[in-house]
């Protein structure tokens, strides 16, 4: 079946640093989504990527969907202690259906102010 | 972004009983909602795809008599967990698509239910 890898698992970061994290998949994926998830509450949409080589900003946040369309990255820039939380990948590969949305296992950040 | 609500946000209840999660967008109309689970540390699992008027899609391995799903407006959606065990204990999430594509969902903010 379909594999996203996501890495690191974990980052202990001090606050002001930038931060990356990236996932990559064994399939061909047509879009890449990255979202943040805090305890107890539901993911929210960072960013979306719908094109091999986009590049795309939100903020402090910037996230490129790969040119060979198997992998994609996350940088924060200058973290502060409100990025804490969890950061889930999530993609739909190529052939897949609408619903079949594949998350990462997450990359819990730690930000020590 | 769009707004969607899931209720209740916490709920426990005994084993052999069921419980009731309902999954609202509130700003707009979504034919297609996704229900997910999470267990503790872990990432997200689609259970199911829910179409407005017609019957769920379950992924592989999910009950769908255990896990019923109705999908009776388009903006509303329920999962309801039958005769649940203390093993359904989870994070139930759900997420509803604009435009039913996968990519313009975004997610409730998901219910912790609690089989005693």
């Known amino acids: 079946g379909q594999q996203l890898n996501q890495s690191p698992q974990s980052m202990f970061i001090q606050e002001g640093e930038d931060v990356s994290m990236n996932c990559t998949s064994s399939?061909?994926?047509?879009?890449w989504l990255w979202y943040k998830q805090d305890p107890g509450e539901g993911p929210v949409l960072l960013i979306a990527?719908?094109?091999?080589?986009e590049l795309t900003s939100n903020g402090r946040l910037t996230a490129q969907f790969g040119i060979t369309r198997k992998d994609s990255f996350l940088n924060i820039s200058a973290s502060i202690p409100s990025d804490v939380g969890i950061y889930f990948c999530?993609?739909?590969?190529?052939?897949?259906?609408?619903?079949?949305?594949?998350f990462g296992k997450g990359t819990k950040l730690s930000v020590k102010p | 972004g769009a707004v969607v609500s899931q209720h209740p946000s916490w709920v426990i209840c005994k084993s052999g009983t069921s419980v009731k999660i309902e999954c609202r967008s509130l700003?707009?109309?979504?034919?297609?909602m996704f229900w997910y689970r999470q267990f503790p540390k872990q990432s997200l699992m689609l259970m199911a795809t829910s179409n407005e008027g017609s019957k769920a899609t379950y992924e592989q391995g999910v009950e769908k008599d255990k896990f019923l799903i109705n999908h009776a407006s388009l903006t509303l959606s329920t999962l309801t967990v039958t005769s649940a065990h203390p093993e359904d204990s989870s994070f139930y999430i759900c997420s509803a698509a604009k435009g039913g594509l996968v990519t313009e969902a975004f997610f409730g903010q998901g219910t912790r239910l609690t089989v005693v």
């Open positions: 399939s061909i994926f047509n879009t």
């Open positions: 700003d707009f109309q979504a034919t297609t």
């Open positions: 999530a993609g739909r590969f190529s052939g897949g259906s609408q619903g079949n949305l594949i």
């Open positions: 990527l719908y094109k091999a080589g």
